[in-house]
Every structure is written in structure tokens, then in C-alpha cells.
């Protein structure tokens, strides 16, 4: 599979190249853009790139993701941060055994088809390249998962996504529809890392401490890059009938990489082939944080 072949039309019929030069990265203009995403990681582990996406190709985006939204499995269980079972040799208050309402919905990548212009961004050989210098990486890779590469998120009325860490240490998010009210994305950055789980962060986060606790109200044809492996966060309730859509491009540092088995089946409601293999095989992560 190749870019020109995934390629329904230019990226610059996608993208505002003027603002954001992402195939100019040798340029100064690009060496100027690398270094003021990676300045903003650094600070709080997030670069939000306003109005990344052109106006003119906005309507035809939010239709895309509108159409795909009736294909979303809506989650309808509770989590705990971690996506993990509770622990009972820990206390009730602690975060692993701390639950709470997950009702969101996701389009799983293979229901999304070539020739949209999600997968038109998502394979381009310049968006990837954008992405790795951004993060620090001489490259980043599509996922091998086909059902967690090319996410679509739906929330409807009243639905949220709870405190949660990502399995990846990295995201890469594309809003196309905004609420009437809600859908706001609220994070504390690097509340974990090298250094431990720091349970005790996390869990006077669950219990209301909001005086590290950074907001953002998100607009269609924003571009968010965050590390969610270390960044507790969350999606607020939406409020009123119109859902929130956000899509997930899925890149990981090292090629091969695949969502576990239990996660792809509560977020998709069912698992891929390549999902029952790892059934059959130990897997390792490169970190030892809890998934």
C-alpha cells in the first residue's frame, strides 16, 4: 500500500500548507513549526494546531465522520483508569478500584474505507513525517491493528470518556464536529512516568483536586498531539443532541504494533484475527506502567 494509492486527492486540499508546512520541514519555516510543537509538548505534553485542517474542506469532513458514526460501537461499562480489572487486596479509594461511567462510541479503522479523507491524511508519507519529528522519533508507524489504526469517536448526549491513560504513549486527534455544550477535554500532564504510577496524584485527581488540571475546548479542524501514555485525562459529558466527533490517527514508535485483546473487544465489541493470535502469546510492554 502506497501513499498514491491511498491518495483520494492532494493533502493540500486537506490542509493549510501555508500555516503549517508539513512538506517543508527542511525549511526554516518547518524547522520553526517542529520546534515550537516540541516546546509545547515539553511544557505540558500536549500542541494543539488551530484550524489545521482548511475551512473549505470542513463540511465535507464532518460529513464523513457523520456518516461513519453510524457504524460506532457505543461503549456502555465502567473503567478505571487503567482500563484494568479492580484489585481487592487495595483499598476501595484506591484508583485501581475507582470506576466510572464509560459511554462513548468508536468506529473501528476497518470500517473506515480507502479514498476518505481520514485515510488520505493518515498514510501520507509528509503527515507521518510531521508527526515523528514532533515527537522525537526518526519515524512512527500505522498500527498493524485493524481495528485501533483509524479510529472514529462518537459521543452522544450525556456521554463521556472517564479518567483513563492511553496504551500508547503518544495520540494524534483530528476534532470534526463540536457540541452544542461539554465535550471538554480536560488532562493533567505527566502525572506518571519513569518514576513510578504515582497513585496518590492520580488519585486526588479522582477526588477533585483540579489545581494542576489543564482544559481545552476543541474546534473542528484542530489538530491535538498528546502524550496520553503519562497524561491522566479525560472527555467531559457532551451536552445537548448534537455528538462530538474526533478522530484518532493511530501511530506507534516501532512497527507491529497491536492493541490487546481484552481492550480491543471493550472498545470495539470484538477482536481481529491478528487479536486472537496474541491470545496464544505472551506480550511484553516496553514500559512497565499499568495498561
Not at 498514510?123 to 522525537?136: L, M, R, S, T
Not at 473542528?220 to 451536552?239: A, K
Not at 516501532?254 to 480491543?264: D, L, Q, S, T, Y
Amino acid at each position: 500500500m502506497t501513499d498514491t494509492d491511498t491518495a483520494a486527492f492532494d493533502l493540500a486540499a486537506c490542509i493549510d500548507l501555508d500555516t503549517y508546512p508539513i512538506r517543508a520541514l527542511g525549511t526554516d519555516a518547518g524547522r520553526d513549526l517542529i520546534d515550537r510543537c516540541r516546546r509545547q509538548l515539553a511544557d505540558d505534553g500536549c500542541v494543539v494546531l488551530k484550524d489545521f485542517v482548511r475551512p473549505s474542506m470542513l463540511t465535507r469532513l464532518e460529513a464523513e465522520t457523520e456518516r461513519l458514526a453510524r457504524d460506532a460501537h457505543i461503549n456502555a461499562t465502567e473503567t478505571n483508569p487503567y482500563n484494568s480489572a479492580a484489585d481487592p487486596a487495595l483499598p476501595p479509594e484506591h484508583p485501581k478500584n475507582r470506576f466510572d461511567d464509560r459511554t462513548n462510541g468508536f468506529v473501528a479503522g476497518d470500517r473506515i474505507e480507502q479514498g476518505t479523507i481520514l485515510r488520505t491524511i493518515y498514510h501520507d508519507a509528509a503527515f507521518k513525517a510531521f508527526i515523528a519529528a514532533v515527537v522525537g522519533a526518526e519515524e512512527v508507524h500505522e498500527f498493524a491493528d485493524p481495528l485501533a489504526d483509524l479510529v472514529v469517536n462518537v459521543l452522544k448526549e450525556g456521554r463521556q470518556h472517564p479518567w483513563h491513560f492511553d496504551s500508547n504513549d503518544f495520540i494524534v486527534t483530528l476534532q470534526t464536529r463540536k457540541p452544542l455544550g461539554g465535550g471538554i477535554f480536560q488532562y493533567q500532564p505527566n502525572i506518571r512516568g519513569a518514576r513510578g504510577e504515582n497513585f496518590e496524584g492520580v488519585q486526588r485527581v479522582l477526588d477533585g483536586d483540579r489545581a494542576a488540571l489543564k482544559a481545552l475546548e476543541l474546534t473542528p479542524g484542530d489538530l491535538q498531539i498528546f502524550f496520553g501514555r503519562n497524561s491522566l485525562h479525560r472527555v467531559t459529558p457532551v451536552e445537548g443532541p448534537r455528538e462530538r466527533h474526533t478522530v484518532i490517527f493511530a501511530y506507534a514508535r516501532e512497527p507491529g504494533f497491536v492493541g490487546r485483546p481484552e481492550r480491543a473487544r471493550a472498545i470495539f465489541g470484538r477482536i481481529a484475527p491478528v487479536h486472537e493470535q496474541m491470545l496464544r502469546t505472551e506480550v511484553v510492554r516496553a514500559d512497565s506502567l499499568e495498561d
